[in-house]
């Protein structure tokens, strides 16, 4: 049995774990971008950005919200719901409450009417809906999740995926001149070479979520473990893994969550005391921490300063090899 279990390129869902795969996101497009388009027809929300939400905040359909609630979008069971409750946790010291719907179609028109009858999100709807980069940046601006990142995120889904095609719409270009008006038709914008770039050309936004996507851990030392994907949160994890953030915190042997950076391995479970692979050394490259080597080798810090009789904060040097049994 293989004691680091590491798939690079395609992945799959393992043992329960959640997984935003190439494959899975595909499939998820595929099956929700006529809701997507309904959705942007009924209320003014572009499609490209409804699915982008709908991909990142329910793990393209494979989250656990996503597949025992139809939450497709994480929204909480506040603003006088009356309908189903599931409870998760997230960023709260006890479960949260979430809407249950009944069906896919039911939550994304609830997350419409979520972000049309909200005053905060009210200026979003003067912008274009073939303009993602200033529908992405407003919903970052007006809170509507906690990941600084969250913005950039959705515009490297939508760039990555060729979302902006959906509506028949363009790839925007990174750092364009101002926000698009509503009024602005396609054709006009197809035309003003301050807005638009090639679909070959990769963005940073894009670079950011592919390489991203490509690193997928189910386990390492036989402990349970994944990654934080672009726009997610140790909540975001929290709620998914439904595990409380502070154990997440814990098993991690950090008191921060700025700590953990987006495409760093997160364990889900407490770290062993000893490798249990066939390596029995490690031998120190330029820059490592015995904090960054026990996360890759699924081993808590203060056995792997045991091990090697060094206490926790000791400066490694370069060449040197460490025992990991």
């Not at 009210?122 to 529908?135: H, T, V």
């Not at 029995?280 to 091990?307: C, E, H, N, P, W």
Request: proline share 2%; hydrophobic share 35%; aromatic share 12%.
């Amino acid at each position: 049995m293989k004691k680091l279990f590491l798939i690079i390129g395609f992945l799959t869902i393992i043992q329960g774990l959640f997984a935003q795969s190439p494959a899975e996101i595909r499939a998820y497009i595929n099956k929700y971008k006529s809701l997507a388009l309904e959705q942007e027809k009924l209320y003014g929300i572009p499609a490209p950005i409804t699915l982008a939400q709908g991909i990142l905040e329910s793990s393209a359909g494979t989250s656990g919200l996503a597949t025992k609630a139809n939450n497709h979008f994480g929204i909480k069971a506040f603003g006088g719901w009356s309908g189903g409750i599931y409870l998760a946790w997230d960023d709260e010291p006890t479960k949260s409450k979430f809407r249950v719907y009944k069906s896919a179609q039911e939550s994304y028109t609830d997350h419409s009417k979520f972000l049309k009858d909200n005053g905060r999100y009210q200026s979003l709807f003067n912008i274009s809906i073939y303009d993602y980069r200033g529908w992405a940046n407003g919903l970052q601006k007006a809170g509507y999740a906690t990941s600084k990142k969250y913005a950039k995120a959705l515009i490297g889904y939508i760039d990555a995926y060729e979302l902006y095609a959906i509506n028949g719409g363009v790839k925007l270009k990174p750092g364009k001149k101002g926000i698009i008006a509503k009024t602005t038709k396609i054709e006009d914008l197809t035309q003003a070479e301050d807005y638009v770039i090639e679909a070959s050309e990769k963005t940073e936004e894009e670079e950011e979520v592919t390489q991203t996507l490509q690193k997928f851990v189910v386990e390492i030392n036989e402990v349970r473990c994944t990654i934080l994907y672009p726009g997610e949160t140790l909540s975001s994890i929290s709620m998914k893994y439904n595990i409380p953030k502070n154990k997440i915190l814990d098993y991690n042997e950090t008191a921060s969550e700025n700590d953990i950076q987006e495409g760093d391995i997160v364990y889900l479970q407490k770290k062993k005391r000893k490798y249990q692979g066939a390596q029995d050394f490690y031998r120190v490259k330029a820059g490592d921490s015995l904090y960054g080597i026990a996360q890759q080798f699924g081993i808590r810090t203060s056995s792997l300063a045991k091990m090697n009789h060094k206490d926790l904060f000791s400066t490694l040097i370069e060449g040197e090899k460490l025992q990991l049994k």
